[in-house]
């Protein structure tokens, strides 16, 4: 394979689908509203320590805005019959797939920096660990939007259809996850629920970043975030080579 | 070498054999038409061709580059026109070309050249930085063939082309088609437009129920169906069927006011036609002879489907 080609074709890629899918006014919009509601939501009124529950707020953002949008464009691109023409360009299965992870995740690690980036000035909230911090930015986007892509995968041309298959498969990644209680104070199944979602280990490296209360060590968290990745992926390919091979 | 070459290339989908066992080899520089009915196998066959569909069995290159194990240098040879596929509506119709161009590696001033060389070629120069989802079925064609050239593509394939178009689009396409075959590229089209493919392809292969069923010059298949050579008279009176059962007349059937006689003779059938009227004291009005049709050698393969 030509490296040199496929690079090319990745960067292509994520350009496109940052110009066309994410740099769109209400998409930015609503990246940037939607963390000021669930801040709103989850922390006026109710006396929660910032300090303990930010981390898990932040996780949660970065969790829908890295993957918000990934699962709509090859619907979508299929349904507006453009899927088939980025086919027959210079670009391999890996190249729509990584294009469309990276373009995700530059939008998720854009948001978040910008929401903790306000956050922290007006809240005046701790960091013990920048450079763990970013990591972990880069890494949770990443993570999230490798799962956005995988949930692109499916055989179809309707978003609605994927939209569903996203909140049904999303949601619960966020309830069994650690935001809600601390996971120092889980024990037995609600451990063991709570460790299949890959927000945990996110939120986990947050909280060693921001605060140092963390329940796993940093490269436990990596390493596990790390090997997400590469299934979400491997799986996103293996899907959508079927597709390929069905005609789909 | 062959600009493209297929060999033994087989698809289903689930029990329907929609590509079965079909081989081509186009030389560099011509037009190479590929004619069939509606779910013939001509667009899954493209697909195996561009990389979009992966084939069950057989191999597929352009150039010599085997398009399913190297697809990334098979596609850089290559300029598509897919037969469903269209263009980003979200862009403007320059930006859709610079994109990909940079797919194809160009540098910047080699795309912004070219852009505008094509967009002034297709009629669109004045609807450059207009949104595609502004512009007409036609349009946007011509912005889909302006990005499938925008490289120069040595091999050109296109999926039914002018199907649908307004005249001038469709115009505009062939007049582009025929530029590029100028310009050295090898094309290759698919299409149901038998007079397109008559007055275009150099080669054209006839392909049905997924398999090819003839391969020539269009000259050579309509000699290959010479039977289909036809005369057609009318008469001042009426006449049966029985007036044409003679040697040499294979069929004859109404055509409008007139018959049309189906002959591989058409000098005897005149002949005969002629004394059959003086015979019966019949007055014969008007009297033609026709040369075989790529439409009827067309009918005649496909058995009408």
């Known amino acids: 394979m030509d490296w040199r080609i496929f690079t090319r074709s990745i960067v292509v890629i994520t350009e496109k689908n940052m110009r066309i899918y994410y740099f769109k006014g209400p998409v930015v919009v609503f990246g940037l509203l939607f963390p000021l509601i669930m801040f709103l939501t989850f922390f006026i009124g109710r006396n929660l320590d910032l300090v303990l529950f930010f981390p898990g707020f932040l996780g949660m953002m970065l969790f829908f805005t890295a993957s918000s949008v990934g699962p709509l464009i090859t619907p979508w691109e299929k349904r507006e019959k453009t899927y088939e023409r980025l086919v027959s360009l210079p670009v391999i299965l890996e190249s729509i797939i990584i294009g469309d992870l990276l373009a995700g995740a530059i939008f998720g690690v854009a948001i978040t920096t910008i929401v903790f980036a306000t956050s922290a000035v007006l809240l005046h909230l701790p960091l013990m660990n920048a450079g763990l911090l970013a990591l972990s930015f880069v890494l949770g986007s990443i993570t999230f939007a490798a799962l956005g892509t995988l949930l692109a995968s499916p055989a179809t041309d309707n978003p609605s259809n994927i939209m569903m298959l996203s909140s049904l498969i999303r949601l619960p990644l966020v309830f069994v996850s650690g935001i809600f209680i601390p996971l120092s104070q889980l024990g037995g199944w609600e451990w063991f629920l709570t460790s299949l979602s890959p927000l945990t280990y996110l939120v986990d490296l947050f909280h060693a970043s921001l605060n140092g209360d963390a329940v796993y060590p940093p490269w436990v968290d990596i390493l596990v975030l790390m090997a997400v990745i590469l299934v979400f992926i491997w799986c996103a390919k293996v899907i959508q080579k079927r597709n390929l091979v069905k005609g789909i | ?305």
Not at chain 2, 189 to 213: D, F, P, R, Y
Request: some cysteine.
């Open chain 2, 1 to 305: 070498m062959n600009a493209i070459e297929a060999n033994n290339l087989c698809k289903s989908f689930g029990p329907v054999t929609a590509v079965d066992d079909v081989s081509i080899a186009i030389p560099e520089g011509g037009i190479f038409g590929f004619l069939g009915p509606n779910g013939a196998g001509k667009t899954t066959t493209i697909r195996m061709l561009t990389g979009v569909l992966i084939p069950d069995a057989g191999s597929a290159q352009i150039l010599g580059t085997d398009v399913h194990k190297d697809p990334l240098t098979a596609k850089l040879k290559m300029g598509v026109i897919p037969e469903s596929g269209t263009v980003y509506s979200d862009l403007t119709a320059r930006q859709n070309i610079l994109l990909t161009a940079k797919f194809y590696g160009m540098d910047r001033t080699s795309r912004e050249e070219r852009a505008g060389e094509i967009l002034a070629r297709l009629g669109l120069t004045e609807r450059r930085n207009d949104l595609v989802r502004t512009f007409s079925k036609g349009m946007r064609q011509r912005i889909s063939i302006a990005c499938a050239i925008v490289h120069s593509p040595p091999v050109l394939i296109l999926d039914e082309p002018t199907t649908g178009l307004d005249v001038y689009s469709r115009r505009l396409v062939i007049d582009t088609v025929r530029h590029m075959n100028r310009e050295g590229s090898t094309i290759l089209l698919t299409t149901h437009n038998i007079e397109e493919a008559n007055a275009l392809c150099s080669t054209i292969s006839i392909i049905n129920k997924g398999k090819i069923v003839a391969t020539g010059s269009p000259e050579k298949l309509k000699k290959t169906f010479d039977t289909s050579r036809y005369v057609e008279v009318s008469f001042d009176k009426p006449v049966g069927h029985e007036l044409f059962v003679v040697p040499g007349i294979t069929r004859a059937e109404p055509w409008g006011d007139k018959w049309r006689v189906y002959t591989d003779d058409p000098d005897r059938a005149v002949k005969h036609l002629a004394s059959v009227a003086e015979r019966d004291q019949l007055t014969i009005v008007s009297i033609a002879t026709s040369n075989p049709t790529l439409e009827e050698a067309f009918v005649q393969i496909t058995g009408g489907d």
